[in-house]
């Protein structure tokens, strides 16, 4: 308030003020998205190292515009999160995942995950063990169909509530991950308590590991973590077939990365699934 009536700061608070109006019309924009559909899923392969084939789809939430191209993630989901939309989007994300699933199975593909991102607001605010169970019996989903990939700021806030939920949620079918491991307030204490399946090595671990010791001494670290915790390993951002060849020789379980296929929509993927398949 005593800025506001200080003539002098006046061109700063109309630049701040321009800054929420912009906030709020494509928070406006946001909504209007997402009650005209305007949100689609493209889908990451994940691939087993040792049996080399695709076990695992990651959804990635995508905003088409009417030109046709796509706004990144990146640019819209701290918005949702701050503005609450990511709650109605993220039910969404997982009805649409299910949808797909069926798909999969119809084309034989049954054996295949979808990973869906929830982020720390949706998984406090929008999730629950009777929705998912709901969720799996409308699909007619099998246990482990779906697995979701929680960020450790999820844990943060209510490390407690967190833990119940997660066993909840892992109860009614889902396989649970952690991504971006050792990018956010990694605590080993956590990794002990919660009911986990995989853990996602970020790529920025990833990027220089054939390249740099240190990047490749915290992934052989990570590798062993999780091992010795029972949970799979994930490498991200696998770009280059020297990377890939690394994580093999390093035991890492699965990977993901433009080097193995870049996220697609639906039918370019299964599409190319289907060929891999025939081959
Ligand atoms: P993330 O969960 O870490 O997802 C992986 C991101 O890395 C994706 O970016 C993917 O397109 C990109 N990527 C995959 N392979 C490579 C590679 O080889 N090199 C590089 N440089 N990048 C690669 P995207 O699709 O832009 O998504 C960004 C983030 O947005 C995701 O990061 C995730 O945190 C969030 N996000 C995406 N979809 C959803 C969603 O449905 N719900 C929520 N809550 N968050 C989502
Ligand atoms: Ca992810
Ligand atoms: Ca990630
Ligand atoms: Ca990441």
Redesign the pocket.
């Known amino acids: 308030h005593a800025r506001r009536e200080n003539l002098q700061v006046v061109p700063y608070s109309a630049a701040m003020a321009e800054q929420a109006t912009g906030r709020l019309a494509m928070v406006r924009q946001l909504r209007q998205a997402h009650e005209h559909r305007e949100f689609e899923?493209?889908f990451?392969p994940i691939f087993d190292l040792a049996r080399g084939r695709v076990v695992a789809l990651?959804?990635?939430?995508?905003w088409r515009q009417s030109d046709g191209s796509f706004v990144?993630?990146?640019q819209f989901?701290p918005l949702?999160?701050e503005s609450g939309l990511?709650v109605p989007?993220?039910t969404w994300?997982l009805e649409e995942s299910a949808r797909l699933h069926s798909r999969l199975a119809a084309a034989g593909h049954g054996d295949v995950a979808i990973a869906?991102?929830?982020?720390a607001v949706?998984f406090e605010a929008g999730m629950s063990a009777d929705a998912i169970r709901r969720l799996f019996e409308r699909h007619k989903l099998p246990a482990h169909a779906l697995h979701l990939?929680l960020?450790e700021s999820v844990l943060l806030r209510h490390p407690e509530d967190a833990r119940s939920l997660m066993g909840a949620l892992r109860e009614a079918g889902l396989c649970l991950s952690i991504?971006?491991f050792g990018t956010g307030f990694s605590s080993m204490a956590y990794l002990r308590e919660l009911p986990l399946d995989h853990l996602?090595i970020?790529?920025g671990f990833v990027r220089d590991v054939t390249r740099d010791s240190r990047s490749a001494a915290i992934c052989r670290a990570m590798i062993a973590l999780g091992h010795g915790l029972g949970l799979s390993i994930i490498a991200?951002?696998?770009?280059e077939a020297g990377q890939l060849e690394w994580l093999r020789a390093h035991g890492c379980d699965q990977a993901?990365?433009?080097?193995l296929g870049?996220?697609m929509a639906i039918d370019a993927l299964l599409a190319s699934m289907t060929l891999q398949a025939g081959k």
Not at 58 to 62: D, F, G
């Open positions: 899923l493209h990451q990651e959804a990635l939430l995508r990144p993630p990146a989901i949702c999160e990511i989007i993220g994300v869906v991102n929830v982020s949706q990939e960020t991504d971006d996602k970020d790529r991200e951002g696998v770009e993901q990365g433009y080097h870049r996220p």
